[in-house]
């Protein structure tokens, strides 16, 4: 959705900008010198030749649809979270900002970069185009780098580093992660208990289930990265689906604008989807 909304952002910028522009150049009436017309014959010649109603409506609205696609391309887009994948960072009903220019600019219809603008960090929350189906925008946090080695046992992760040729691996190193007790957030009726864990120089929350999970390890491909969620055992991230292909990268998560509560039953006879409360609690930066 959020791809065919940037497809018809460029069109009705570019059929809005040409028909004014066409209309500017071959079809507006010829402006009479000043020094041989005067004030009051300028004026009834203006309204002799009042501008056509779609070419005015393009005139208006050309700024507007312009701005918007320049924005949302380049600049900030917005973007809503749809499970509790990322709790307890994100909660359902976050309206999120996600930084389009953190890492490059991308043309909007292909995606395909102009300039690379930073470097994806670990630990950075970022929004992407789910690899098994692009149409779709996933969001999770970068846990491996590429070329990295991600490990993960007893729910803890380690990072062991690029292997440089010739010389010797560096160790696995356990990501830092301490206890704050239990959640008062349940999932499928399971209590959850609730860690402080530091990517980088990022210190979040996560939280995790007493459910058993074997031990694994995977290996970045250069050009990937590795992601998980927040909620570690309610996540489909790269655990089941793979790496996250750095083209597929929509940019970062930085800030809650708006926060909604949606707490009405299904037998209630207002809708679900319209929100009960705004947590204003919820509202800015993200870590």
């Not at 070329?147 to 990072?159: F, H, M, N, P």
């Not at 010739?166 to 349940?186: M, Y």
């Not at 689906?241 to 940019?251: A, L, Y």
Request: hydrophobic content about 45%; some cysteine; overall charge negative.
């Amino acid at each position: 959705m959020a791809t065919y909304f940037s497809i018809i952002l460029v069109v009705v910028s570019a059929i809005t900008g040409l028909v004014w522009l066409a209309y500017a150049l071959f079809f507006a009436p010829k402006k009479v010198s000043a020094a041989t017309v005067d004030s009051v014959n300028v004026n009834q010649i203006d309204a002799d030749h009042e501008m056509p109603a779609l070419v005015d409506f393009c005139k208006q609205m050309f700024p507007i649809f312009f701005g918007v696609m320049i924005f949302r391309s380049f600049i900030y887009e917005p973007f809503q979270i749809p499970s509790g994948s990322m709790f307890p960072t994100l909660l359902v009903g976050d309206f999120l900002l996600v930084e389009k220019f953190a890492y490059s600019l991308k043309e909007p219809v292909g995606r395909n970069e102009i300039v690379k603008t930073g470097e994806v960090k670990r630990g950075d929350v970022v929004v992407f185009k789910f690899p098994k189906d692009e149409r779709i925008d996933y969001i999770k946090r970068v846990v491996g780098l590429p070329g990295e080695t991600v490990y993960y046992r007893s729910k803890q992760i380690y990072i062991q580093e690029v292997c440089e040729a010739n010389t010797p691996c560096p160790p696995r190193i356990a990501v830092d992660l301490k206890s704050e007790g239990r959640s008062n957030i349940e999932e499928h009726g399971a209590a959850l208990s609730m860690f402080s864990e530091t990517l980088g120089d990022v210190e979040h929350k996560i939280l995790r289930s007493r459910k058993i999970e074997a031990a694994s390890s995977y290996v970045v491909p250069q050009g990937h990265y590795f992601v998980m969620g927040d909620n570690r055992d309610n996540s489909a991230d790269s655990r089941a689906w793979g790496f996250v292909p750095e083209e597929n990268i929509v940019g970062k998560a930085v800030f809650i604008w708006i926060s909604f509560e949606f707490e009405r039953a299904e037998e209630d006879f207002i809708p679900t989807f319209i929100p009960t409360g705004i947590r204003f609690n919820r509202i800015g930066a993200i870590r």
